[in-house]
């Protein structure tokens, strides 16, 4: 399962910045086994030896430090500790992506991870295909996978929750309605969009905001899903005046929003 990842990984030279282990990694007095793409990583790419220390993240948890206690094939063996405090966002950023192809998912996945974000709704839009719903990548172990290749690369530890919604009506009016009544509204709905000169600089962005992030389909919302999102409060802006990826138009608007949180450009 790991296999094309691993190769990649040793390909492109690819460092960790955390290792991160799960609860179910645990064998007891704080030592955690490793296996798979970790494992592979540890050995192959760090060339870790018996008593090195590695920098570690529980999943939803603290980080700390990992001591090499054992290394066999295919398996690592750490002894961690951890601190008690899970990490904290100065801002909370959720994302509505509509649905791209398999290979996109996975960078999406990936970077929304690395970059904090704290759910990610995967939606039908007009310009996307019905048969991007049954790609593998959206299986539970899958969409772990590289949500978790994401937080090593980030230095992060909180797990983003994944949803995938087929209806894009009902999503918006009624299923995130649900989403906000029972984990919090969002101070700003912001919407992707050529069709305005705003920029973010010009919103009311600060530190502690939740942002909820509308990236479209590379081919773009129709008018239709415009003006219902806008119709339950998102607001256009203008992220750039090149035509993006939609895994790089992810990223690019993330990018500003930490920015403009931070105050800068102002």
Not at 121 to 126: K, S, T
Request: hydrophobic share 45%.
């Amino acid at each position: 399962m790991w296999g094309d990842l691993i190769l990649y990984l040793l390909l492109e030279g690819f460092v960790l910045n955390l290792i991160i282990v799960e609860n179910t990694d645990s064998v007891d007095g704080g030592r955690y086994r490793l296996g798979g793409e970790r494992a592979e990583h540890v050995f192959g790419v760090l060339k870790s030896k018996v008593g090195d220390e590695l920098r570690v993240g529980m999943v939803d948890g603290g980080k700390g430090v990992g001591v090499v206690e054992a290394i066999s094939k295919g398996e690592v063996v750490l002894k961690c500790e951890f601190e008690e405090k899970a990490e904290s966002m100065q801002v909370g950023i959720d994302l509505v992506c509509a649905l791209p192809r398999q290979q996109t998912v996975k960078k999406v996945l990936h970077s929304a991870a690395a970059m904090g974000v704290g759910r990610i709704f995967f939606i039908r839009a007009n310009r996307v295909e019905k048969s991007y719903f049954e790609a593998s990548v959206l299986e539970e172990d899958n969409i772990r996978r590289f949500l978790i290749e994401g937080l090593s690369q980030g230095g992060k530890t909180a797990m983003p929750v994944v949803s995938v919604h087929r209806y894009f009506k009902k999503f918006f009016e009624d299923e995130l309605g649900d989403v906000e009544k029972n984990f919090g509204g969002y101070d700003v709905k912001l919407l992707a969009e050529f069709s305005t000169e705003k920029m973010l600089s010009e919103f009311d962005l600060g530190v502690g905001k939740r942002v909820l992030l509308a990236i479209g389909p590379e081919g773009g919302w129709v008018d239709f899903e415009v003006g219902l999102m806008e119709g339950v409060g998102f607001e256009k802006f203008f992220l750039g005046p090149w035509t993006l990826r939609v895994e790089n138009a992810v990223v690019a608007a993330i990018g500003q929003i930490e920015l403009a949180v931070n105050g800068y450009g102002k």
